[in-house]
């Protein structure tokens, strides 16, 4: 997990009061953040391409209702790690 492990710990500790969480807990925000990651490079590159004239590729579809929980989820706790009070939405 690398440098998302000493993020993830950052992050937590601004939105909790509990210094310690449980270890499902930890793994299920460990997810969200990366999932998080990957979808919002994926879209980056994608933005990239139809820039220079690529209209054939698409932005990220989520698949299942989770799979956009995870995406939630990992914009909160980025959002929180950067130091916003208030997520940043899409639209």
């Avoid at 793994?27 to 820039?51: K, P």
Wanted: aromatic fraction near 18%.
């Amino acid at each position: 997990m690398g440098n998302v492990g000493a993020a993830l710990n950052t992050c937590f500790t601004q939105i909790s009061t509990v210094s310690a969480m449980y270890y499902g807990q930890y793994q299920d925000y460990a997810t969200s953040w990366e999932y998080f990651r990957r979808v919002e490079l994926y879209n980056s590159n994608v933005s990239t391409l139809r820039g220079n004239g690529d209209s054939n590729v698409s932005y990220w579809k989520f698949v299942t209702s989770e799979d956009l929980t995870y995406y939630r989820q990992g914009a909160i706790l980025f959002a929180t790690y950067l130091g916003y009070t208030t997520p940043i939405e899409k639209n």
